[in-house]
């Protein structure tokens, strides 16, 4: 390595370092981040824009659509939040995530405007985001929307598309006590004239509704399109969706009943946009999700990896352990403090097995393991609860507990930062250390 080499990656650090620090929560507006495009000539007005919000699912949808637009031959990029294991997995082109070169250059022209407005972390990286897509000369950008609709960074953007998975109850403390006030906020991606996807139910659906009369947005519930699934095991789903009279059959690795809803407003967000039958078909068999009901095998053991940190996910989660045949598999399970603790474990509790407690290392908002032991220990099913003292402890926890055997996967669940953090350990990869707020 020249010594130039190793200079760019000291900058690199020294740079995301400081970006890392600015991981805070402002005074909700769009102004700042405004700026920050308009520092960098607007790059946004460059390429088309889809963006996807609701509360779980979004990153599905996002991966979906972009490489169903990819396979169509569009030069495609994915903007999502948070990142797993790498920061460059925000930005991503053709299925690739940018080089930390097209990163340091962006982030060092960004950032003395970023500390002169006091921008904070997410506004950045959205900014970033835009020119990183904008150089690249890409066709169209999906962005997944951060928190909410109304005021995320994200909507500083002007979607040609939008989508809304589901509404569910999740950032209460920001977005409201009820479904129908969080489906207020995420409406405001929804733009006049423009179509917009929609999986909510009940009364946030009739919320949704009533935005979308109001400024004229082309409004489309996804319980008024015809679309069926089945279960194909560990292979996946396969999906029917019928638009204007015809069915669209196509087959998703992604694993869980739940992402059929996903799958299908994938499908409609790419008709809408122009995408062949053809390209959506090819697109959806190579659409990949890390993290999200991801099976990985290491030393013959599978391990099955989900970010199931609120009431809704967690939910689905258990339902994906019985659709794949596993019988109260061990749980490895750690969270974030400020999440709804009780309800995801009450979701999770009859699915699984012997429960192994741990904590994401550099996410200071995870739950304590003995806090966790509390919350587990009220339900009398489980026939043992351990804490495990590191991640390297836990994985060999897991499979000193696992008594069926290496046939029965383990599951390992909870805060995306926890999974983020064990998914390289697994995969033996070099790990990141900044310490994770969002």
């Known amino acids: 390595m020249t010594a130039e080499n190793q200079l760019d990656k000291q900058l690199f650090k020294k740079h995301l370092n400081w970006l890392f620090e ?31 919000g609701g509360t779980n699912g979004k990153g599905s949808v996002v991966v979906s659509l972009a490489a169903m637009l990819q396979a169509d031959g569009k030069r495609s990029a994915r903007f999502i939040s948070p990142h797993l294991s790498y920061f460059a997995e925000r930005f991503v082109v053709d299925g690739k995530s940018v080089s930390d070169k097209a990163i340091l250059e962006v982030i060092t022209a960004l950032r003395p405007e970023a500390e002169k407005i006091g921008a904070s972390f997410f506004e950045i990286v959205t900014a970033m985001a835009c020119k990183l897509f904008a150089n690249a000369k890409v066709d169209i950008a999906i962005f997944e929307v951060g928190m909410g609709g109304r005021f995320d960074s994200t909507n500083c953007l002007d979607p040609i598309v939008s989508i809304i998975t589901n509404v569910s109850l999740d950032h209460t403390k920001v ?4 479904v129908e006030e969080i489906a207020a906020d995420k409406a ?12 909510a139910t009940g009364g946030a659906l009739e919320v949704l509704k009533s935005e979308a009369k109001e400024i ?14 089945r279960n194909l095991g560990w292979r996946g789903i ?24 996903n799958v299908s407003l994938a ?23 890390a993290g999200r009901l991801e099976a990985i095998t290491d030393k013959e053991q599978t391990f099955l990896l989900d970010g199931a940190h609120n009431q809704a996910s967690a939910k689905a989660l258990a ?4 659709d794949l045949g596993l019988e109260k598999p061990v749980l490895v399970f750690g969270i974030s403090s400020d999440k709804n603790i009780h309800d995801v474990v009450t979701e999770l509790h009859n699915a699984v097995g012997d429960v192994v ?8 908002r995870a739950a304590e393991p003995n806090m966790l032991l509390d919350i587990w220990a009220e339900h009398k099913e489980q026939r043992q609860l351990a804490i495990a003292t590191s991640l390297l402890d836990v994985i060999e926890k897991a499979r000193a507990v696992n008594t069926i055997g290496s046939k029965q996967a383990i599951v390992i669940a909870g805060s995306l930062y926890l999974i983020g953090e064990i998914r390289p350990l697994l995969l033996a990869e070099e790990q990141e250390s900044w310490e994770r707020w969002q």
């Open 188 to 199: 405001q991606i929804m733009r006049s004239g423009k179509p917009c996807f929609s999986a």
């Open 267 to 289: 499908v409609l967000a790419a008709k809408a946009l122009g995408t062949s039958s053809t390209a959506i078909q090819q697109g959806t068999k190579t659409a990949k999700w």
């Open 238 to 261: 396969e999906i029917n969706v019928e638009i204007e009279t015809k069915t669209l059959a196509v087959q998703s690795p992604l694993l869980g009943l739940h992402q059929i809803d």
């Open 319 to 322: 339902t994906a352990i019985q």
């Open 22 to 52: 600015q991981q805070r929560f402002l005074n909700p507006t769009l102004e700042r981040t405004k700026t920050l495009l308009a520092f960098l000539d607007n790059p946004q007005e460059n390429f088309d824009v889809v963006l996807v």
């Open 175 to 178: 977005l409201g006590d009820t």
């Open 216 to 229: 004229a947005a082309e409004f489309t519930p996804l319980q008024d399109i015809t679309h069926t699934g």
């Open 357 to 364: 407690l741990c904590k994401a290392e550099n996410s200071p």
